[in-house]
Nanobody, 126 residues
Framework: QVQLVESGGGLVQAGGSLRLSCVVS????????MGWFRQAPGKEREFVAT????????DYADSVKGRFTISRDYAKNTVDLQMNSLKPEDTAVHYC???????????????????WGQGTQVTVSS
């Protein structure tokens, strides 16, 4: 089992910033890739950003490019998402997700991820 715990969500005014963090623990001896996803009420869970094991391949959804930055800290086993210039459309529960493999092609579909965190709420007011 792998455990993922997100933190850092909250309420922020449009144009503000938040930094989400995901702590990974458990059976993580194998190399893995990570993703951030979000789900708003009445919407499908959607891809936000992904990062492979080595960190040299990073993808962002078009809606967040230039505003969000994904990174990982191997010593602390964390994956972070820095969110700047937040918009009301970013309001959603944000989840980190784990998938085995160190491939440079990191999937953006939720169905390929093996473990999920409990989610952290991000609310952006206008």
């Amino acid at each position: 089992q792998v455990q993922l715990v997100e933190s850092g969500g909250g309420l922020v005014q449009a144009g503000g910033s938040l930094r989400l963090s995901c702590v990974v623990s458990g059976r993580t001896s194998s190399r893995y890739s990570m993703g951030w996803f979000r789900q708003a009420p009445g919407k499908e869970r959607e891809f936000v950003a992904t990062i492979n094991w080595s960190g040299n391949n990073i993808d962002y959804a078009d809606s967040v490019k230039g505003r969000f930055t994904i990174s990982r800290d191997y010593a602390k086993n964390t994956v972070d998402l820095q969110m700047n210039s937040l918009k009301p459309e970013d309001t959603a529960v944000h989840y980190c997700a784990f998938t085995y493999g160190s491939t440079t092609v990191v999937p953006t579909s939720p169905r390929f991820y093996h473990y999920w965190g409990q989610g952290t709420q991000v609310t952006v007011s206008s």
